[in-house]
């Protein structure tokens, strides 16, 4: 199975209370099923209920649905890097609108910081699954999938579609002259062992170099 994340700009910002009560929530549509998104994948209806139905009953029920801030590299929710607890995730026709309360924890401060500047945020889902390409060209993401976190705070969410899709499906990327560019592990490996024996070569270059002054 593939990391997968989709990322959505449109969210709201949310003050409740006052004071020492005052609380500062996200709102909008964190999930997205039977239609293609930018990313040219498909969630089946069916897939998405049966996982919020059970992202809910564990997570959100319990207080236990966590999302970070930032791109995390893996579906584990990272405790060090929490910001916001999702406090409800629920279906309005094809959409999954949740609500996410910004923590008091040191990442919830930095988003706030970050939100009272005007700092525009949105949020990521991200979870785990298989992906089948289609006749029509896109993919529709399997049964298998399931829902790591509704929804991460990230500060790039029209980051380009190609960056994000080659973190998803496993493919490795490197930045070359400014733009990413999309490489093979195997040559990357290549590479990596290339720049091993040059140090090598670095290296003995150094010892005749100090030999050479030696003799002088």
Known sequence: ???ITEEISNVQIITEGKGANKKLYI???FLQGDIKNRNGRMYPMETLSREVARYNEQFVSKGRALGELGHPDGPTVNLDRVSHKITSLVQEGNNFKGKAQI???PMGKIAKS???EGVMLGVSSRGVGSLKMTNEGHKIVGEDFMLATAADIVADPS???AFVQGIMEGK???WEGGILREQLA???KKRINTLVDQRRLEEHKLDLFKSFLLDL
């Open 1 to 3: 199975m593939k990391l």
């Open 27 to 29: 709102e909008g549509v």
């Open 103 to 105: 923590l008091e924890t």
């Open 114 to 116: 970050l939100l009272d």
């Open 159 to 161: 980051a380009p579609d």
């Open 172 to 174: 490795e990327w490197v």
């Open 186 to 188: 195997e040559q990357i």
